[in-house]
């Protein structure tokens, strides 16, 4: 049974930092890649950040270019998002996903493309 859980969310301060974690079993971790979505009240999920199996190749949003930067250890099974320089427009639930194999730079941002999921943690960030 695969599990994915998210931690790391809290309320933070504009401009502060965070770094969500997602902790994955019951899936070979280092045959998937790995992606963060959004989801903020009334709006769609949005795919932020891939990462490739290896953790070579991450792709990223513009929003959040520069300022959040996707990784992720294989031996511990384990993603990561670091969050910097937080904005009011970041609050959501985060949420993590997994597919199997090679990811497409071109859709990886649709929450279809993937095939599992973690149940979500909330960022908060106050002005």
């Known amino acids: 049974q695969v599990q994915m859980v998210e931690s790391g969310g809290g309320l933070v301060q504009a401009g502060g930092s965070l770094r969500l974690s997602c902790t994955v079993s019951?899936?070979?971790?280092?045959?998937?890649?790995m992606a963060w979505f959004r989801q903020a009240p009334g709006k769609e999920r949005e795919g932020i950040s891939c990462?490739?199996?290896?953790?070579?190749?991450?792709d990223y949003v513009d929003s959040v270019k520069g300022r959040f930067t996707i990784s992720r250890d294989n031996a511990k099974n384990i993603l990561y998002l670091q969050m910097n320089n937080l904005k009011p427009e970041d609050t959501a639930m985060y949420y993590c996903?997994?597919?199997?194999?090679?990811?497409?730079?071109?859709?990886?941002?649709?929450?279809?493309?993937?095939?599992?999921w973690g149940q979500g943690t909330q960022v908060t960030v106050s002005s």
């Open positions: 996903a997994a597919r199997a194999g090679v990811y497409s730079s071109h859709v990886w941002r649709s929450p279809q493309y993937f095939t599992y």
């Open positions: 990462i490739s199996r290896g953790g070579i190749a991450t």
């Open positions: 019951g899936l070979a971790f280092d045959d998937y890649a």
